[in-house]
């Protein structure tokens, strides 16, 4: 039985070998192939560059390597619509799409301080390899260089991932956590209190605060693992990650920034938080509908000159594991076709993470945040992905963290309004900020893992 399986295995790395140099040497430009099933983390190497994207409900799309790099200057998305040319295509079994996975810092010139090194203003990446599972079974591409490809490296790297996929290897212990630094409580008093005097006095409507913890690792933390306890824990958040230089940034956010298909764009408001069992006493605060209905008043504006929009009466509760939020979803028709970076550019940052009015909130954040979070970097901003046509889904980048050998780095924050407590503020960011955590430590890690996460090989 095992000498059948072990050819079997073996036909099917040859077919997809010969496969591969045939397509290259007949001008493919890219190369879709049937592969092993297995967890989609399992293309990931130990060092190289690479991607992680699942939006709920979809199959994960893991990447490795890159075959185009689309930076982001300053902030402007614009000159990316263009796309990507990526040659003639060659499939042996069906597969979404080719993308681009990517994001952006919250705002220009954010990630220009530690720990940040490397990320930049944004950057969006077409994978030299991606990996996935579809309706025909798992399936891996390969792009080429613009340049073309050299059949010979192309063999042999796909003979090595073939190898990790096929063992599909057990993820490694989470590290213990040595130590967590925060900012101090009263320092964020003090920085709410600042902000709930400069609404009294009109300057502002709302703000959002954030703050960053420095963590000391009794090792090295590897991506895949936190990965796997986020999706474990959340599996109705979007998971996504982007390793760059070996600093790894990733997360598992509730919110949908903006998704296109077609004709048609669909998003969400998700203001206003409280701890699990609270619903009710959520939907009742008006000091949490005011500030939700801040956010589903600002992305309408944003929206209106691109789409008929539907919005529903009133919010929802939306429950996760660890916190409630109000919820509104909004869904419209495009009144002509726009590239989804568009709406990306149209929407960013939301009052959820930025605040009102937008100018003046984003002008507090930067001059006056530093000493709780350091630099924003690409925390709380667009991270997604789209395709040649301007199809595609972007989130808000919550919950999220940078991993770096035995350093991590976790951001959480929360929407300052009239009425605002800087103690119950306090607890909400922590309880946001747990998340992340919380799938860092060995503890917690396991009891996620037991309720499932990351599919994996039959």
């Known amino acids: 039985m095992s000498l059948a399986l072990s050819s079997t295995a073996t036909d099917g790395r040859g077919r997809a070998l010969a496969a591969l140099a045939r397509a290259l040497r007949e001008g493919a430009g890219v190369v879709t192939l ?22 709920p409900g979809e199959p994960a799309v893991a990447g490795l390597g890159v075959a185009r790099a689309l930076p982001v200057q300053g902030g402007a998305l614009g000159p990316l619509e263009a796309g990507f040319a990526l040659g003639p295509e060659h499939a042996s079994v ?9 994001g952006m810092a919250f705002a220009p ?27 025909e079974g798992a399936w891996l591409r390969f792009t080429a260089d613009p340049e073309g490809a050299d059949a010979e490296r192309a063999q042999a ?13 057990a993820l490694p212990s989470a590290p213990a956590l040595a130590a967590v630094e925060d900012a101090p409580r009263a ?37 895949r693992r936190v990965l796997h306890a986020l999706g474990a824990r959340f599996p109705g958040c979007a998971r996504f990650a982007l390793r760059r230089g070996g600093t790894t940034f990733l997360g598992a956010t ?28 959520l939907r009742a605060s008006e000091k949490d509908r005011h500030e939700h209905a801040l956010v589903v008043d600002a992305i309408a504006s944003a929206l209106a000159p691109y789409a008929e929009l539907a ?9 996760l594991p ?3 939020h109000l919820h509104t979803p909004i869904e419209g028709r495009l009144r002509e076709d726009v590239h989804v970076l568009r709406l990306v550019q149209a929407l960013h940052p939301t009052p959820a993470v930025g605040g009102v009015p937008r100018e003046a909130a984003l002008r507090w954040i930067r001059d006056r945040e530093q000493r709780l979070i350091g630099a924003r970097g690409w925390y709380a901003a667009p991270f997604g992905a789209f395709d040649a046509r301007g199809d595609g889904a972007f989130v808000v980048a919550l919950r999220s963290g940078l991993l770096r050998g035995e350093r991590a780095w976790a951001f959480a924050g929360g929407g300052i309004v009239g009425g605002s407590e800087p103690d119950a503020e306090y607890e909400e960011a922590s309880m946001k900020m747990g998340a992340f955590l919380g799938a860092l430590d060995p503890r917690a890690d396991e009891a996620g893992a037991e309720r499932g996460g990351e599919e994996r090989a039959p």
């Open 157 to 169: 790297e796909l003979a090595a991932i073939w190898d990790r996929l096929e063992a599909d290897a």
């Open 322 to 324: 660890n916190v409630v």
């Open 94 to 102: 069906e597969a979404p799409p080719s993308r681009a996975f990517g």
């Open 187 to 223: 320092l964020w008093r003090e920085h709410v209190e600042a902000i709930t005097d400069a609404i009294a006095a009109g300057e502002v409507r709302k703000v959002v605060v954030a703050r960053g913890a420095a963590v000391r690792l009794a090792g090295e933390a590897d991506p």
């Open 34 to 55: 049937a592969a092993p099933r297995a967890r989609v983390t399992a293309l990931w190497d130990a060092r190289g560059d690479a991607v992680l994207w699942q939006p």
């Open 311 to 319: 919005l529903p009466e009133g919010p929802a509760v939306r429950e």
């Open 254 to 281: 509730p919110e949908r920034l903006v998704r296109k298909e077609g004709d048609r764009c669909r998003t969400e408001a998700l203001a206003g938080s409280a701890p699990v069992g609270r619903g009710e006493a």
């Open 109 to 135: 010139g954010a990630a220009d301080a530690a720990p940040w090194e490397g990320f930049g203003d944004g950057l969006f990446v077409v994978p030299r390899w991606s990996y996935g599972h579809g309706v």
